[in-house]
């Protein structure tokens, strides 16, 4: 069965600088997605960054890059120059194709803070 | 509006009553979720509507949840008979749906609805 762990339930980082945020997925199906969002103490949830399974390269948006390791099934999210509003929740969430499904799942989520 | 549509924001309600959330998903999205998400907790997966597929009801806790998508559009979340449990923020969702998985299509979250039951 399809499976997303987040094993990080809090994670403390020094402005400026960098993070990462672990994510290790478990499926039997060679098509995937996986998708990291952002969830503020506001609510929204906040799309960050995509990886597909077929991706020759890791993905990178802006400060985001996710540091995708396909034979450990891992896809860790590697935040640069932290910032105090990037303190929140991340998810990590994988979208494969059993059966045709395509539904998304997600993983239990890191609260990240940021330190002045 | 140009983003996903939840009503109501809040809602409070008497233990055992009925409650209807609702969600308007982005235009031209041919999938929608929902899910429930609890104090601090993650997303839990409720109910996913593809196109005119069978909906995946796998995550519905119990037989006081269902949900139906008129029309390939709005999409009403309900729940009998409501238990204290059953307090949380409801997320809709909805993205593309292709179907491939391969493809970068995240999904566009509502604000929620906030259901607190007394």
């Known amino acids: 069965a399809q499976k997303i762990t987040q094993t990080q339930p809090g994670m403390f980082v020094q402005e400026k600088e960098a993070v990462t945020l672990d994510c290790t997925y478990d499926t039997s199906d060679p098509s995937y997605g996986l998708f990291w969002y952002k969830q503020p103490s506001s609510g929204e949830m906040i799309f960050l960054i995509y990886q597909g399974s077929y991706d020759q390269q890791n993905a990178t948006e802006g400060r985001y890059s996710l540091n995708f390791q396909k034979a450990r099934k891992s896809a860790n999210l590697v935040i640069s120059a932290s910032q105090l509003g990037d303190s929140a929740m991340y998810f990590c969430?994988?979208?494969?194709?059993?059966?045709?499904?395509?539904?998304?799942?997600f993983g239990t989520g890191t609260r990240l803070k940021v330190l002045a | 509006g140009a983003g996903v549509s939840q009503s109501p924001s809040n809602k409070v309600t008497e233990k055992g009553k009925d409650v209807e959330l609702r969600c308007d998903p982005i235009?031209?999205?041919?999938?929608l979720y929902w899910y429930r998400q609890s104090l601090g907790q993650g997303l839990e997966f409720l109910i996913y509507?593809?196109?005119?597929?069978?909906?995946?009801k796998s995550g519905l806790p119990s037989d006081r949840f269902s949900a139906e998508r008129t029309g390939g559009s709005v999409s009403t979340l309900t729940i009998q008979r409501t238990q204290q449990e059953d307090s949380a923020v409801y997320l809709c969702a909805s993205s593309l749906g292709g179907r491939t998985p391969l493809s970068n299509q995240p999904q566009h979250f509502g604000d929620g609805t906030r259901l607190s039951i007394l």
């Open positions: 235009s031209g999205h041919t999938a």
């Open positions: 509507f593809q196109g005119n597929s069978a909906p995946d």
């Open positions: 969430a994988m979208r494969d194709g059993p059966r045709g499904t395509y539904k998304y799942i």
